[in-house]
């Protein structure tokens, strides 16, 4: 008998074929199981400890599964799923989650009755074509011009959140906020950089329904001598600049010596002279308020505010884009080369007010800004979070819809009339593929039966009596009121969904099915190669390079 070979090292663990797909099935269905709750209207929080001793309380996938720290490669990659939906779309990512758990959970009866993993991939993609099929056939166009349509959308989409006691207010902001930064490209393309140019500031106190958006730009600093400048200027004339208005120090360590006493002051007077010229240079094109990013000496202080000029320091690069974007002016990086067009004059009032225990300054009422702050006003931190979340989400629905302002039917109406229409269509499906077809058509019915398992009604009852009245692909509009668990036409009661999301989240979901499905091996181990004997070397202590120092993560906030 031959000495069996060892090809893997001992270190190494392998898994293969059938136990597999079965343990990254259950590692899905358990991530799923997670997020599950979180689902429609009537859904439940969850609360996170992070590493930092910090508290989350939230019910939006993404953030929920971005807390989370997990062991199993499979469950990682579902995941990424709800991360992928987030940057792309911006809602829906509990949904992903949910319909790749279940499109695997029907797979798991096709493994064991060993089918080949591929048919299964096979007919899933063939029914992704078919589903987003349907979407287009039931699809509705809108006109963004109409409010109260783009309303009732983002109401829905914001439904399912924890704001949604608040009803319109973060609709509203939302649709205000993604209007005001629109760009358009031409040929009828809306551009909206929600990231860029809307700036969520987040202050404690206050109530709720104080929030709102600014015609402009608000910024956590006061001016630098609060005493002698001026915290009030209407139809201000901005500059913006990104050098600092201070004699410039030598680089690391220059000395100078000098002989006579006398030299000491000349060298003074050349720095008071060179930050004259500077301040002069900006005085020439009489701004009321100057704003930089970096510093701004004591001396250029006092010329600037015997000029009756306003003045902030040291504000962040992004901030500075805002302003820019709000009140039309240019950003100049050395006071010589300033010229009346970087004047900015969009804005009707700058202002300093002290809100909590904190001073802002204000930049509002611009004429057509094409960047805004909202001003989120709240009892506690950790409901601020969960507000700019959920408001986070609707901008992203907002954006949706100008981008592509198609809509579907919500409360799982859509999932329905999709998984009818499917499986219809199985019974023309030749070949051993017809029954993962069917299979997937039954996955989709999971969106419907976990809205109305979370309203806790009578889940059977309800799932029959729906696919009873969807069952030949009509009544596209059928679906669960997510309140209250009754089957209502979801045109009345305006519950929608935008189109890009549903047709994302289906690709998404189907895709990353076939994905993990596909794998059919495991290998993990230590791949560290070290010196025999050697044992465990002690571990450098982390030193943090320059790099890593602008990393924001490393102050919790």
């Known amino acids: 008998m031959q000495a069996p070979v ?7 663990k392998r898994e ?13 269905k358990a991530v799923a199981d997670i997020i599950r709750t979180t689902l429609g209207p009537r859904s439940m929080l969850k609360m996170l400890l992070d590493a930092g001793g910090g508290i989350v309380v939230t019910n939006d996938g993404n953030a929920i599964l971005r807390e989370l720290d997990l062991a199993h490669p499979a469950a990682k990659s579902m995941i990424e799923l709800s991360r992928t939906q987030d940057e792309e779309v911006g809602d829906g990512t509990t949904s992903v989650i949910v319909l790749a758990g279940e499109m695997l959970h029907v797979a798991e009866a096709f493994i064991d009755k060993s089918y080949h993993p591929t048919v299964i991939c096979r007919a899933y993609s063939k029914a992704l074509e078919d589903a987003i099929a349907v979407l287009d056939k039931i699809a509705m166009s809108i006109d963004v011009k109409d409010r109260s349509t783009v309303l009732g959308l983002v109401k829905s989409c914001i439904g399912t959140k924890f704001t949604s006691q608040f009803g319109d207010l973060i609709a509203d902001l939302a649709i205000d906020a993604t209007t005001t930064v629109g760009v358009d490209l031409g040929q009828g393309l809306r551009e909206v950089d929600i990231k860029k140019y809307i700036k969520v500031e987040k202050v404690p106190g206050g109530q709720l329904e104080d929030s709102k958006v600014l015609k402009g730009v608000m910024i956590n600093k006061d001016v630098i001598a609060p005493g002698k400048m001026r915290r009030k200027i209407v139809n201000p004339r901005i500059i913006l600049l990104d050098c600092p208005l201070e004699y410039k120090k030598g680089e690391n360590q220059t000395n100078a010596e000098l002989v006579k006493e006398e030299d000491w002051g000349v060298l003074l007077k050349m720095e008071e002279e060179y930050i ?4 002069m240079q900006i005085l020439k094109f009489k701004p ?3 704003i930089t990013e970096k510093g701004l000496s004591d001396l250029a202080c006092h010329y600037l505010s015997k000029a009756g000029v306003s003045a902030i ?3 962040r690069k992004t901030d500075n884009n805002r302003i820019a974007k709000a009140c039309g002016a240019v950003i100049v990086n050395r006071p010589d080369e300033l010229q009346e067009s970087d004047v900015g004059t969009g804005a009707g009032l700058f202002e300093v007010k002290k809100i909590g225990d904190e001073f802002f300054a204000f ?3 611009c004429k057509d800004p094409k960047a805004c702050t909202v001003l989120l006003r709240g009892p506690s931190k950790d409901l601020l979070n969960e507000v700019e979340r959920n408001l986070q989400d609707a901008m992203c629905v907002a954006r949706n819809i100008i981008k592509n302002p198609k809509l579907v039917p919500g409360g799982g109406a859509t999932e329905l009339t999709v998984s009818a229409t499917l499986k219809q269509k199985s019974s023309s499906i030749e070949g051993i593929e017809k029954w993962p077809y069917e299979a997937a058509a039954v996955a989709f019915e999971a969106i419907p039966r976990t809205l109305a398992q979370n309203c806790g009604v009578n889940v059977i009852r309800t799932m029959t009596a729906l696919q009873g009245k969807h069952a030949n692909g009509e ?8 309140n209250t668990g009754a089957i209502t036409d979801m045109k009345e009661r305006k519950i929608w969904d935008a189109y890009n999301v549903k047709a994302q989240t289906f690709k998404t979901a189907i895709e990353a099915a076939c994905m993990l499905l596909r794998i059919d091996d495991i290998v993990s181990g230590i791949k560290k190669k070290q010196a025999p004997g050697a044992g465990q070397a002690p571990s450098k202590p982390k030193i943090e390079e320059e790099g890593d120092a602008d990393n924001e993560q490393i102050l919790p906030e």
């Open 276 to 279: 004259e010229s500077i301040c």
């Open 363 to 365: 930049i509002v009422d």
């Open 313 to 315: 320091r040291r504000l």
């Open 475 to 482: 009544n596209a509009w059928m679906g669960i009121d997510g």
């Open 6 to 12: 060892l090809v893997l090292k001992d270190s190494l």
């Open 288 to 290: 009321d308020l100057v």
């Open 16 to 28: 293969s074929g059938r136990k597999v797909q079965h343990a990254n099935i259950q590692a899905s």
